[in-house]
Antibody
Framework: EVQLVESGGGLVQPGGSLRLSCAASGFTFSSYAMSWVRQAPGKGLEWVSAISDSGDRTYYADSVKGQFTISRDNSKNTLYLQMNSLRAEDTAVYYC????????????WGQGTLVTVSS | DIQMTQSPSSLSTSVGDRVTITCRASQSISSYLNWYQQKPGKAPKLLIYLASSLQSGVPSRFSGSGSGTDFTLTISSLQPEDFATYYCQQSYNTPPTFGGGTKVEIK
């Protein structure tokens, strides 16, 4: 059974940093691209970033480029999102998602972790 | 970026009704269109990929159609567990973009 479990969310002050983790199990993690998608309270879905199966290619939404860094450790079956210079508008539930057959067919999602940026 | 526009943004309907949700892309995306269902407090769930292919385990009352810029998600006979918000998403290029969502509510 595919499982994705996010962690690392919480309350952080504006300008602070946070690193999210997504522990994967039930599939060959190193064979699939992965994405982070966020959802602000009461709002729709926004794709944030993606990384290739090997980790050599990464993509970002313009809204987080230069601010967030996606990475993965295939030996630990774990996906990461390093978030720096956080702003109130980054407040959201962050989901990790597995890609099937390409980059953006997101066939499995984690339960999400809430990031709140507030003083 | 490709803009995805869904309509309606919400609808009130009854168990057993046929429901149709439309999604329009700002440019042609061939058949690179996915549909997701999201229930309150839960993660999205993939229903349909490549416009019309049913994801494994999804009931056959869900179907998708379309290509190019215009797409449709149809629920043939709405069940109580189908009350949720539905999102379309293009997977044609980067960044992948989502529609604004359609909330299906009980009448």
């Amino acid at each position: 059974e595919v499982q994705l479990v996010e962690s690392g969310g919480g309350l952080v002050q504006p300008g602070g940093s946070l690193r999210l983790s997504c522990a994967a199990s039930g599939f060959t993690f190193s064979s699939y691209a992965m994405s982070w998608v966020r959802q602000a309270p009461g709002k729709g879905l926004e794709w944030v970033s993606a990384i290739s199966d090997s980790g050599d290619r990464t993509y970002y939404a313009d809204s987080v480029k230069g601010q967030f860094t996606i990475s993965r450790d295939n030996s630990k079956n774990t996906l990461y999102l390093q978030m720096n210079s956080l702003r109130a508008e980054d407040t959201a539930v962050y989901y990790c998602a597995k890609s099937e057959r390409g980059w953006y067919r997101l066939d499995y999602w984690g339960q999400g972790t809430l990031v709140t940026v507030s003083s | 970026d490709i803009q995805m526009t869904q309509s309606p943004s919400s609808l009130s309907t009854s168990v057993g009704d046929r429901v149709t949700i439309t999604c329009r892309a700002s440019q042609s995306i061939s058949s690179y269109l996915n549909w997701y269902q999201q229930k309150p407090g839960k993660a999205p769930k993939l229903l349909i990929y490549l416009a019309s292919s049913l994801q494994s385990g999804v009931p056959s009352r869900f179907s998708g159609s379309g290509s190019g810029t215009d797409f449709t998600l149809t629920i043939s006979s709405l069940q109580p567990e189908d009350f949720a918000t539905y999102y379309c998403q293009q997977s044609y290029n980067t960044p992948p973009t989502f529609g604004g969502g359609t909330k299906v509510e009980i009448k």
